[in-house]
Nanobody, 126 residues
Framework: VQLQASGGGLVQAGGSLRLSCIAS????????MGWFRQAPGKEREFVAA????????SYADSVKGRFTISRDNAKSTEYLQMNSPKPEDTAVYYC????????????????????WGQGTQVTVSS
């Protein structure tokens, strides 16, 4: 599976930004997906997860109510809508996928994912 993330950039606090991640190489609908981020000097952290069927699995407390994860299996694409971003959301954002046996499965730990995108930089200015 190859993943290509895009949509990052510079955004003002309180604005909005949508990240996309296009997958190729496998049947997209069989994979659970997630978003992670890594700020300079910090470990990679979980942001959001979605099941293979498109049900939202989980959000990190720090983004709950502001970010929305979604996917379009027909386009083999997952999204992360970032509303009201804050300067502390500044990081490189990574999409990740893993094969999922059950439609209701989602995963919140980086070690559970098998494939990763290259990352896209998001910078939130105050």
């Amino acid at each position: 599976v190859q993943l290509q993330a895009s949509g990052g950039g510079l955004v003002q606090a309180g604005g909005s930004l949508r990240l996309s991640c296009i997958a190729s190489g496998r049947t997209f609908s069989n994979y659970a997906m997630g978003w992670f981020r890594q700020a300079p000097g910090k470990e990679r952290e979980f942001v959001a997860a979605i099941t293979s069927s498109g049900s939202v699995g989980s959000y990190a407390d720090s983004v709950k109510g502001r970010f929305t994860i979604s996917r379009d299996n027909a386009k083999s694409t997952e999204y992360l809508q970032m509303n009201s971003p804050k300067p502390e959301d500044t990081a490189v954002y990574y999409c990740a996928v893993r094969w999922s046996r059950f439609y209701s499965e989602y995963f919140t730990h980086a070690g559970e994912y098998d494939y990763w995108g290259q990352g896209t930089q998001v910078t939130v200015s105050s």
